[in-house]
Structures are given as C-alpha cells and as structure tokens.
C-alpha cells in the first residue's frame, strides 16, 4: 500500500511539474556523464576510428582507407572536420559527449511519451553509456533517429531536411542502413494514406535516399581480400535457413538488449513491442517486428549483435512510437481499435520493466567504468611516459589489434608482426599472416632491436602464457597464436617481464616484455 502511494506521489510530480523534473534530469545527466566520460579508458574501437579518420593525406582518400571496415563514412568525416578544428586527439570524448548529450535532450524535452519512460531511458544503459561515453557511430545513430521523428509531425514541411537525415543515417553504420529502410517503407506507406506530398515528390524522396543507401553499401561492402568474406560468407540455403529462424525466434539475437532472459522470452518482449504501436497503426507494428528480423539475420549471417548494435532496434522502436503518438495527437488520427487490456498492462508493466533493467545495467556498467580500468592501455601509456628508458621503445603487441588505442595515449611507434610493417591499427585482410608463433614473434622483436638500436617492447596479452608451458589460441577469422616449451624457454631467457597489466576488467590486459 505504502509502495503505491509512493509511486502515485512520484506520478503526480512528474505530471505537476514536469519541466522542473526535466530539468533536474538533464542536468543530473550531464554531471554523470562528464564524470564517467573523464574516467572512461578509450579502447581500441573507438581509437580505430579516429585513427583511420585521419590517416590519409586528404579527405577525399578517406573511402580508400575505409576499404573493408565494414562502415560507411559519415563518422569519419566528422571526426576528421572536428579534429582539424581542436588538432587534439581529446575531441573524441567531446564529439560523442555532444552527440549523446544532444540525443538525450531531444528525445527528454521532445518525445510526446509519459516524463517518467523519457527519464529512464536517458539514465539507462543505451542513451548514457553505449551512445555517449562509448565513442562510437553508435550515438550518432540514436541522435538522427529522434531528429527523424521529431521532424516527422511536420513533413509535409520539412521533407527536404527528412530525407537528408535519412541519407545521414543510411551512412552512420550498417545497421542503421537497415533502419532507414524501415524508416523509408513507412513513410512511403504514411504518404500513401495521407496524401501530403503528391506521388512525385514521395518518388524524389524515396530516390535520394536509396542513392544515400547505395552509397553506404559501396563503401562497406567487403572485397575478396577481407577476411569477413570469408568467415562469413552463406551459401543461400544457409541464408533461407537463418533467415526463418530469425522470422520465427529473433529474440536469439538479442541476448544483450534483454539480458539474462531466454531466447524466447526475448522474442516474446519484441512481439510486445510491436504490439504497443501495432495496436494503434497496424503498417508501424509490422514494421517494427520486420526490422527486428532483418537485424537478427545480420547478426546471425554477417556480425554478431553487441549491446551497442542490438540496442539500436529498442531505440528505433521509440522512435516509431513517437511518430506514431504523433500522427495520433497532433493531427487527429484515431488508433485502429480500442486499446485493450492486454496492451494497457504491457505498456504499464512490461516497458518500464526494461526500462529499469537498462538503467539498473546502467548503473553497474558505468560504475566499473568510473571506479575500475576496463582497459590497461592507458596505464600502460603513463608507463612508458615515466620510464625514461621506454619513452621512444618500438612496442609488438599480440593480439596485435590489443594496442590501437595506445595511439591515442603515447607516440610509441607500434610494429604489426602479422602485417610486418609499423602502423596504428590492424587490417584484417588475407594479406595479414594468420597463424604467428611465439619464436616468430622474437624473431621479429630481434630483428628490430638490431635495425633501431631502441627497446623493444612486447605486449602479450595471453593470459594463459604465465601458467602453460605449451598452447594454441585460436582467434577469430581463423588466426591463431602458437608457442611450445622450447620457443617458451627461448623467450623467457632472451626477454625479461618487466610489468604486469592485469587489473582492468576488460580484456586489453598486458605481460609487458623487453628485449634483453
């Protein structure tokens, strides 16, 4: 009873004073994640980008060294534009700080949705950590989408700048290539039934857009030469059969978007989904569940879905249901039946329920990212910087893709043995060497000590090296890394560990060797 009454009073707040309460929230926000942001270790995801951003001469080179990335080339861009304005790698932080910032506002001041489900997503694990203190493309995608819906009560007005957004987020990442098509189909359909923009321009819309598609496809499509071609290449029976398991039970993809649930609970909550804006605009509902199965089969086929991927369909479910609440509102279209119980509760019950497993996954998260390393890459910077003798050391890292955000921390000059070359980050192309071993590992540290005359450094970050005398790691896209007794016994006398990186709660942990 008790409890009841506290919600009752919290509701009541909330619908008294709503604008104190979003302020108080937005502020709140912004402490917190300045807060984490100022703590959180860059890792190699983030790093890789910028570092690619800015590696070629011009900006115009930039599809070129986007070649097998898999992503298409909004996000460089404007990392590359902001870098060349502050000509200080730092901007990364504040460039997804931004983004985040301006997606949560949006979608707190401008969602026609209760106070109470704007609030908790802004504190919950997508909008706060995943697209804000994570700086990916990611963010970027969250923040169009609700730039999207908040233009689309005014289309007919603003259809120019609608379909830019569409073709902006067609190229933020390929998963948003898919949202934009859903996007794309209902807004088609929308026009079809009201009859705002005419048949011509609908057609000019859906054209430019497609072009914007198109576009993202050419630069993330893999050549013969990725490795992803390989590894994830489908016959089309093996396509037809994803596909089916991914109509039938899409919730198997989606383990990080409703952690801790089985597969079928999960697809479970997604048909809910649909049905919460299905109930109101049938084409919304189907549109909704069609983009869940077309997301589960890219993770099932092509890349398997992080939080930071699988999150992008609860962000454009919201984004729907903001439209949808819209078309319902603002111009007077009534909902196709009555809402019954059934959705009442679900809308009740089961949507702040996964609101509050995101804010409560928010806070365990963020908290180890404010109190903990996840990632030694940046002590092992503040190592070499203090240690007079390791300040200019050449640094082999294995897995080589260990030390792409060392790049963002310290000038070290960084040698790839599998590429053998020097460079800031990996490419995983068949040019690359697949299987390394330990003794080929030395030999090239060797090799470099005699060409440089500088210390050597190697990063291994095999965990298991300390306790076995003999072993075979195998890592995605088929390469491996390899060491027997002898080669252990030959490196152990020919190196000496001079530190261990073990603390981070990720996985970019060191034994940092150096060349005797």
């Known amino acids: 009873m008790r409890l009841k009454k506290h919600k009752e009073r919290i509701v009541h707040l909330a619908e008294a004073h709503p604008v104190v309460i979003l302020h108080l929230a937005i502020s709140v926000w912004v402490v917190l994640a300045i807060l984490v942001i100022v703590q959180h270790e860059l890792w190699r995801d983030e790093v890789r980008a910028l570092t690619i951003a800015l590696e070629p001469s011009t900006i115009l080179q930039l599809p070129q060294s986007l070649e097998d990335e898999g ?22 932080k504040i460039v997804s ?44 995608t969250a923040f169009l989408l609700f730039l999207f819906a908040w233009c689309y009560r005014r289309i007919s007005q603003y259809w120019v700048w609608s379909a830019v957004i569409l073709i902006l987020l067609a190229n933020t990442n390929v998963h948003s290539a898919i949202l934009t098509l859903a996007l794309l189909v209902y807004w088609v359909a929308d026009e079809f039934t009201k009859r705002n923009l005419g048949n011509r321009r609908i057609g000019l819309v859906s054209l430019l857009v497609l072009c914007g598609l198109f576009s993202a496809y050419l630069t993330a499509r893999p ?77 099932s086929v092509a890349y398997r879905g992080m939080l930071r991927h699988q999150g992008l369909f609860f962000v454009f479910f919201l984004a729907i249901d903001w439209i949808v609440t819209e078309n319902i509102r603002g111009m007077g279209i009534p909902p196709i039946r009555p809402e019954s119980t059934f959705i009442a509760v679900a809308r009740r019950v089961v949507f702040p329920f996964i609101l509050l497993i995101h804010v409560g996954y928010n ?23 203090t240690n007079q003798n390791y300040r200019d050391a050449i640094i082999i890292g294995e897995p080589d893709y260990f030390l792409e955000a060392l790049p963002y921390y310290a000038s070290n000059e960084i040698f790839i043995p599998r590429e053998r070359t ?48 003999a072993f075979t790691k195998a890592y995605p896209y088929h390469r491996t890394f390899s060491w027997s007794e002898q080669e252990k016994v030959q490196f152990t006398t020919t190196t000496r560990l001079i530190h261990s990186f073990s603390a981070a709660t990720g996985d970019e942990k060191f034994l ?5």
């Open 71 to 92: 992503h298409p080339l909004l996000w460089y861009i404007l990392l590359r534009l902001v870098y060349q304005l502050f000509n200080s790698p730092v901007m990364l």
């Open 97 to 140: 700080f931004v983004i985040g910032l301006g997606g949560a506002a949006l979608f707190l001041y401008r969602a026609p949705l209760p106070v109470w489900v704007r609030v908790l997503y802004i504190f919950g694990i997508l909008q706060f950590y995943e697209y804000t203190v994570m700086a990916r493309n990611y963010g970027l």
């Open 223 to 299: 050549t013969t030469h990725a490795l992803s071609t390989e590894v994830m290449g489908q016959t089309l029976k093996e396509l037809f059969s994803a596909f089916l398991l991914s109509a039938v039970n899409p919730g198997e993809s989606f383990g990080k978007l409703f952690p801790l649930l089985p597969a079928a609970v999960s697809t479970a909550l997604i048909i809910l989904l649909s049905l919460l804006v299905g109930s109101r605009q049938t084409v919304s509902g189907l549109l909704v569940y069609a983009t869940a199965v077309g997301l589960a089969l890219f993770f």
């Open 363 to 385: 806070s365990g998260v963020a908290g180890i990212d404010l109190f903990r390393a996840k990632s030694s890459i940046k002590e092992l910077s503040v190592f070499l910087q």
């Open 422 to 469: 020097f460079g800031k980050r990996v490419h995983f192309t068949t040019a690359s060497q697949r299987d390394l071993s330990l003794s080929e590992l030395l030999g090239y540290a060797l090799q470099l000590k005699r060409q440089h005359g500088r210390p050597i450094l190697i990063a291994l970050g095999h965990p298991e090296f300390a306790n076995r005398s």
């Open 512 to 516: 940092l060797f150096v060349v005797k």
